[in-house]
T-cell receptor
Framework: KQEVTQIPAALSVPEGENLVLNCSFTDSAIYNLQWFRQDPGKGLTSLLLIQSSQREQTSGRLNASLDKSSGRSTLYIAASQPGDSATYLCAVRPRGGRRALTFGSGTRLQVQP | EAGVTQFPSHSVIEKGQTVTLRCDPISGHDNLYWYRRVMGKEIKFLLHFVKESKQDESGMPNNRFLAERTGGTYSTLKVQPAELEDSGVYFC?????????????FGPGTRLTVT
């Protein structure tokens, strides 16, 4: 059974700092991994999706890496801003026909102005 | 392009009552998913439709939950009778069927409170 863990559970940083959020998963037989952002009371916004054959994906100040063999992904946020404050979730989709995502519990990020 | 929409945004019901949640996927998306987050836990998968067929319902907790997707467009999730432990946020997501990577797009969720 796939388990996804996110560390740290919460993080508070001053504006402008570069930061790394971690995601680990127990079963390396994944099809892809998605990073999401959730603002309080809102839905999930997809940030980046990495296919199992890829090593990283970039979008603006965000960079996500994937090391499937070690069961790890990191989300790097450059030059953090107060608007980046949110909960960040990672989720993995298994290989094979099933499309059910398994989510981590998230990292709650607070960027101080 | 309109995103995934869900109705209602909030619902407060008493234990034993019935509640029906609705999800409208992104137009043209054949795949529709239901997930939920109960207090203090991770978001968990409930089920997956491909058009009007249930492809995977392995996450449905018990037979008090009934999901339908008549005509392969919008979907409803009925909880009958509701129990206290059903409280949480119910998310709907949709994805295309053709072409990788089958990214799932989520709606804003329905917050269900059972008192």
């Amino acid at each position: 059974k796939q388990e996804v863990t996110q560390i740290p559970a919460a993080l508070s940083v001053p504006e402008g700092e570069n930061l790394v959020l971690n995601c680990s998963f127990t079963d390396s037989a994944i099809y892809n991994l998605q990073w999401f952002r959730q603002d309080p009371g809102k839905g999930l916004t997809s940030l980046l999706l990495i296919q199992s054959s890829q090593r990283e994906q970039t979008s603006g100040r965000l960079n996500a890496s994937l090391d499937k063999s070690s069961g790890r992904s990191t989300l790097y946020i450059a030059a953090s801003q107060p608007g980046d404050s949110a909960t960040y979730l990672c989720a993995v989709r298994p290989r094979g026909g099933r499309r059910a995502l398994t989510f981590g519990s998230g990292t709650r990020l607070q960027v101080q102005p | 392009e309109a995103g995934v929409t869900q109705f209602p945004s909030h619902s407060v019901i008493e234990k034993g009552q019935t509640v029906t949640l609705r999800c409208d996927p992104i137009s043209g998306h054949d795949n529709l998913y239901w997930y939920r987050r109960v207090m203090g836990k991770e978001i968990k998968f409930l089920l997956h439709f491909v058009k009007e067929s249930k492809q995977d319902e392995s996450g449905m907790p018990n037979n008090r939950f009934l999901a339908e997707r008549t005509g392969g467009t919008y979907s409803t999730l009925k909880v009958q009778p509701a129990e206290l432990e059903d409280s949480g946020v119910y998310f709907c997501a949709s994805s295309q069927d053709a072409g990788a990577p089958y990214e799932q797009y989520f709606g804003p969720g329905t917050r269900l409170t059972v008192t």
